[in-house]
């Protein structure tokens, strides 16, 4: 029921606007379970992409809910029972089947294996929660944790040797406020290959062991080493030991590409995927009854410098319980034309870091990553009285070849100790790369009720007036009938006045006339923080005929939409 009801809200929002990206989250869980292409598209890819993603998506999926609440309310659907966070729909069987148990890595099974996960449940706080795994001795693990509030968290967690198998290790952490955490990774790398699950964060909140399905090693058959022809495109098969009929797992694979770009200076890392540039192509195709080949093709002026190709396949048979997701694959290397180089000599480039960092409670955490060859030393500096100091406290979430990933959490608790400049440094013995972020303490905007509103109306205008105080200074838009209706101002249909009374504060007024007033009868004040990814939102409604029902007029608010896209 409350399936259908959703589906049918993302019809009536695809219809009227750009939100199909949105809709297609709830609506796009199909039969078995698994989310289908969108949603992996919503997801962290890599390390340059991931904040970005990570958080966009988790902001994304609170607004879908709260989106659609609007929609209800406005299309008086009844009832609505979409909670806010609730990210994804029902539509499993209830009678799982029980995890497989599994025995201890043989051989042939893949050197990076997750085992086991063990949870506390959300009963114990802060809870802790940990994962057994396979590896080689030089892997490096990473735990993230996206908070509804916005906040990431990151860490390695602490690591564990198994007293009789020294390639079992387990890794734990303690997750404070286990209720507010949205989505949460656990990733295993070493110099070849690589694993990211994905928690089913209902499922951690239960105490419960559970085996983890190992990836089947022959699923994916593909070359690790290539060199970049001088000329062209580089193009790459791997066969897929599924038949094309059933390999519809295409939309699910992760594949990107992480260079180099030596002919920008300082050097600049960038990161393609197939889906967000055109610098490289997936595609598939049957091959025999039981095999497909998937075939990679990487442009020419991304493959030029050589890099590595991360190739993750998606793993259904694992996903039970604790596991939502399951990625497992390769890093292939691709040389330079020349032959030499995956990463060219004696360069190196540091992973471009937000101007502001804000801190969502209860902590969040800051990244510092470089690439270059040799791998560069990474530190996170801050900026005291007495000069840079190294902060100590940071950990060390990927580290290979070419690769040195730090992160530092930082308390939004302690706000005076936390806040300030902080420099991420990047360093291979020869050249020094800086890369400075101004750390805030989220204060979450709070509206002056004095000044939002009706502010005046008469029988030839009606002025509505928005007005907000928070840190970093909140960004005001007035949006039309609900938090994700069209910003007026972008449209340029109407004025929109905007004033900065002070360092923390922000003003917007807009004056409408009788003929627009029937129209615009209701319009979403919503307030930014931290800028358009990392975003921090409140909002409130302003009704210009209070206690009245009014209709909303689509027509005008899609009119409004194609305006504001188009600026
Ligand atoms: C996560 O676990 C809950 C509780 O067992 C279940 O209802 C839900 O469908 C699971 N989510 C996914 C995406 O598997
Ligand atoms: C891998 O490389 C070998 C030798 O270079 C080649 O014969 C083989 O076809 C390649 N396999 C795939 C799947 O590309
Ligand atoms: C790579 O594949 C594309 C089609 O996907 C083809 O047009 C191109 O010629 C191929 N390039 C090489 C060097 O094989
Ligand atoms: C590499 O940097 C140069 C110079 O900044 C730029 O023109 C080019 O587009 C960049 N290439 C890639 C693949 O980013
Ligand atoms: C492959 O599938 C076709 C059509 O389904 C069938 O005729 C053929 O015998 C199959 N070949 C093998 C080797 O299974
Ligand atoms: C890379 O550069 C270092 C010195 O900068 C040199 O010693 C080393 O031989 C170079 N390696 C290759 C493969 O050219
Ligand atoms: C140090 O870097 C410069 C370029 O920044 C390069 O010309 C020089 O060869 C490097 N020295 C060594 C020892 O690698
Ligand atoms: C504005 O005026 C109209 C008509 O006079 C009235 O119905 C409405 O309630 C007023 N709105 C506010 C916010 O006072």
């Not at 750009?18 to 949603?39: E, H, K, L, Y």
């Not at 495109?233 to 038949?243: A, E, F, K, P, Q």
């Not at 300082?266 to 049957?286: C, H, K, W």
């Not at 509103?453 to 002025?463: A, E, L, R």
Request: proline share 7%; charged share 20%.
């Amino acid at each position: 029921m409350e399936y259908r009801q959703n589906i049918l809200i993302c019809i009536v929002l695809v219809a009227l606007s750009q939100f199909r990206f949105i809709c297609s989250q709830p609506a796009d869980v199909s039969n078995d379970g698994q989310t289908t292409g969108n949603d992996l598209r919503m997801m962290l890819k890599t390390v340059l992409e991931q904040n970005r993603r990570l958080t966009l998506q988790n902001n994304r999926l609170q607004k879908v809910w709260l989106g659609m609440q609007q929609m209800c309310s406005a299309l008086s659907m009844q009832p609505c029972n979409c909670e806010q966070g609730q990210g994804q729909t029902q539509t499993i069987p209830t009678s799982l089947p029980l995890p497989t148990p599994t025995t201890l890595p043989k051989k042939t099974t893949p050197p990076l294996r997750v085992m086991t996960i063990e949870t506390e449940g959300a009963n114990m706080s802060p809870t802790p929660i940990s994962v057994t795994y396979a590896a080689t001795p030089d892997h490096t693990t990473e735990w993230i944790a996206l908070r509804r509030n916005g906040g990431m968290w990151r860490t390695a967690g602490k690591r564990v040797k198994d007293i009789f198998d020294p390639t079992v290790y387990t890794s734990s952490v303690e997750v404070p406020q286990m209720a507010t955490i949205s989505s949460m990774y656990f990733r295993l790398y070493n110099d070849d290959e690589s694993v990211n699950l994905r928690f089913n964060v209902t499922e951690l909140d239960k105490k419960q062991t559970q085996d983890v399905i190992a990836p089947d090693a022959e699923l994916l058959k593909i070359n690790t080493t290539f060199v970049a022809p001088s000329d062209s495109d580089l193009n790459i098969t791997g066969i897929v030991n599924r038949n094309a009929h059933e390999f519809d797992e295409l939309a699910f694979v992760e594949v990107f590409f992480t260079g180099l770009n030596t002919s920008a200076s300082p050097p600049t890392i960038f990161e393609v995927m197939n889906f967000n540039s055109d610098g490289l192509a997936l595609s598939g195709e049957r091959r025999t009854n039981t095999t497909s080949n998937m075939q990679i093709s990487l442009r020419h002026p991304y493959v030029q410098y050589g890099g590595i190709l991360t190739v993750r396949m998606p793993y259904r048979n694992s996903i039970t319980g604790m596991v939502e997701e399951l990625f497992y694959g390769p890093f292939i290397k691709i040389y330079s034309p020349d032959g030499k180089y995956v990463v060219q000599n004696n360069t190196i480039g540091i992973f471009p870091l937000p101007r502001q960092t804000i801190i969502f409670p209860p902590m969040q955490s800051v990244i510092c990553a470089a690439m270059g060859n040799p791998r560069p030393e990474v530190q996170v500096l801050k900026m005291t009285s007495g000069g840079l100091k190294e902060q100590k406290e940071t950990e060390t979430v990927i580290l290979d070849s070419y690769m040195n990933m730090k992160v530092l959490s930082l308390n939004a608790a302690l706000q005076k100790k936390t806040e300030g400049r902080y420099v991420c440094r990047a360093t291979n013995g020869n050249q020094t790369i800086d890369a400075p972020t101004e750390v805030t303490v989220l204060e979450p905007a709070v509206f002056d009720e004095r000044k939002t509103g009706v502010t005046k109306n008469s029988s030839d205008v009606v002025v509505i007036s928005c007005k907000a105080r928070g840190k970093p200074k909140p960004m005001l838009q007035l949006r039309l009938y609900d938090e994700y209706g069209p910003d007026l101002a972008k449209s340029g249909m109407f004025q929109v006045w905007r004033s900065d009374p002070s360092k923390f504060t922000s003003r917007i007024t807009l004056s409408i006339s009788p003929v627009d007033e029937p129209d615009i009868h209701s319009v979403f004040c919503t307030s930014t923080q931290g800028g358009p990814n990392a975003a921090f939102e409140r909002s409130t409604l302003i009704n210009v005929f209070p206690g009245m029902e009014k209709e909303n007029n689509w027509e005008l608010y899609s009119r409004v939409q194609k305006a504001a896209q188009a600026v």
